[in-house]
């Protein structure tokens, strides 16, 4: 079953070389963004909250960088309570937020043409794997919904117990490269943020930013990405 969303194509920016997808022998897609959005029904910062709610429960205030991403609160926890006889918390909190995102999994909206160009890439004989900061719960949750699952089997990598080991640590795309078999130079992450781009330059995996907007493909830029799109469609049709 192939879903939709409803966002604007845009064309595919010509300096990006022809066969930047056809010439990678694995593909590693981040899954928030590239593959769906998965608080566009479920907002994160709503996750966030209750994430909050749950830390003034105990009695905690870790300081928080942007403490409407839930990701970020995990971050954030985990820093603020290392060494402290509270650190076991963070792992209640990971729990939390896994049901959140499974929850939200059910309503996540999917990314215009993402089906079309992992079917076009497993027909190709590309190996994919999911490589995110989410839970793989989430993530598998997700996949089954929306027909994925079949093409991705056991290749999911999602968030590890240790915060310190989400992207941009490159840990998760390490774990992608292993179980795929896919070696470094020879494979691509397709990410939408920094952190994307951050794990794929430290794992020595080329890097094709997704934006869905300006603001992210600027941000993606500024970072140091040199390739980015806003439509999987343009690399469908021009087969790159």
């Not at 209750?50 to 928080?64: I, N, T």
């Not at 060494?83 to 995102?101: F, T």
């Not at 300006?214 to 806003?230: N, P, Q, Y």
């Amino acid at each position: 079953m192939t879903f939709r969303s409803s966002s604007p194509d845009h064309p595919c920016d010509a300096r990006i070389p022809r066969g930047i997808i056809t010439a990678a022998e694995c593909v590693l897609f981040d899954f928030d963004g590239p593959i769906a959005s998965l608080f566009g029904n479920h907002r994160a910062h709503e996750v966030a909250r209750v994430l909050l709610r749950r830390l003034s429960g105990w009695g905690l205030a870790p300081l928080f960088i942007d403490p409407d991403d839930p990701i970020q609160v995990i971050r954030d926890t985990a820093v603020s309570l290392a060494g402290s006889p509270e650190h076991y918390r963070v792992a209640e909190l990971e729990r939390l937020l896994g049901e959140q995102e499974i929850h939200a999994a059910r309503s996540a909206v999917p990314t215009d043409h993402a089906y079309e160009l992992i079917e076009q890439l497993v027909k190709r004989g590309t190996k994919v794997a999911v490589t995110t900061n989410n839970s793989a719960a989430a993530v598998n949750a997700y996949l089954e919904r929306a027909g994925l699952a079949p093409f991705f089997g056991s290749h999911v990598h999602g968030r590890l117990s240790d915060p310190a080991l989400m992207k941009p640590d490159p840990a998760c795309l390490l774990a992608g490269l292993r179980s795929t078999g896919g070696a470094a130079s020879n494979s691509l992450m397709i990410g939408d943020s920094e952190s994307d781009f951050a794990a794929a330059r430290a794992a020595g995996v080329g890097f094709l930013g997704y934006a869905r907007d300006d603001a992210k493909d600027r941000r993606l830029r500024e970072a140091g990405a040199r390739h980015v799109v806003h439509s999987f469609k343009c690399l469908i049709d021009a087969d790159l």
